[in-house]
């Protein structure tokens, strides 16, 4: 028997059996499914991005710097703002050490106990904010100083600040330094040490702020007030540093 011919439109339509759609399998059933993936999109990859279970990519390691500046502006506020630095020029009976303390000024050497002197923009402009909160509160001073020296980076970083200037009573503001950084540092460990060769009365103690270790060393004679904190360190650490520190810090013309 002779075939009909073909038709240019395909097929004739057969009721009983509809038309299969695009990736079903003959009999009109669908294509099984891999169970927990979806059916992939135009132009996906099957069954989803083979990357996307690897994961975020590892973070970049965060500098400490932005947290650095942060405790030192909390030290400014208490050492500078809370009324720990105040200078007055008097006479008194003593006139060598009126003499003595007129020549004290403190300066920031380029080097700081072999350490350098740091010029990253973040920490310069700290103490830079230091110098000129210094130099709006403290009354009569002769000198400023704010830096920061080593390398954050190592966990290597020493700040100092401090003014000079006539001290009526070096005792009591060595005092009330340290019970301006106790509330704010949560000092502890304190204890009196050798002060060196120029004198006057020091005490260092361990601090923390922002889980930062900082081993701090507060000095005052009649010629000027200043702090050391060494982060990342102890106070023993610091301690073994501080007449060093002082004496390249504090100078006498």
């Known amino acids: 028997m002779s075939q009909p011919p073909a038709s240019p439109y ?41 990357h996307q279970f690897a994961g975020p ?30 200078i007055w020029f008097t006479v008194k009976d003593d006139v060598g050490e009126v003499v003595d303390a007129t020549k004290t000024r403190l300066v920031a050497p380029a080097t700081l106990a072999g350490r350098p002197k740091i010029t990253e923009p973040e920490l310069q402009a700290a103490a830079d904010q230091m110098i000129t909160e210094m130099k709006a509160e403290v009354q009569n001073e002769t000198s400023t100083v704010g830096a920061f020296y080593g390398d954050p980076d ?21 005092d009330d330094a340290i019970n301006g950084l106790s509330t704010e540092l949560t000092l502890t460990n304190l204890a009196t ?13 361990d601090g923390k702020a922002e889980s930062v270790p900082l081993g701090v060393c507060v000095w005052a004679d009649r010629g000027s007030l200043g702090m050391v904190v060494i982060y990342y360190k102890t106070a ?11 004496g390249q810090v504090e100078q006498r013309s």
């Open 10 to 50: 395909g097929p004739p339509h057969d009721s009983s059996n509809p038309p299969q759609q695009p990736g079903q399998q003959p009999g009109g059933w669908p294509p099984p499914q891999q169970q927990g993936f979806p059916p992939a999109q135009p132009g996906q990859q099957p069954y989803g991005d083979p």
């Open 236 to 246: 023993e650490q610091t301690k073994a540093e501080f007449v060093t520190i002082r």
């Open 57 to 86: 990519p590892p973070a970049k390691k965060k500098s400490n710097v932005g947290k650095i500046v942060l405790i030192v502006l909390a030290v400014l506020l208490v050492c500078c703002l809370g009324g720990a630095v105040a």
């Open 154 to 174: 190592k966990q290597d970083l020493v700040m100092i600040v401090g003014a000079s200037g006539l001290l009526t009573d070096p005792k009591k503001e060595l």
């Open 193 to 205: 040490v050798d002060p060196g060769p120029l004198g006057g009365d020091a005490k260092c103690g």
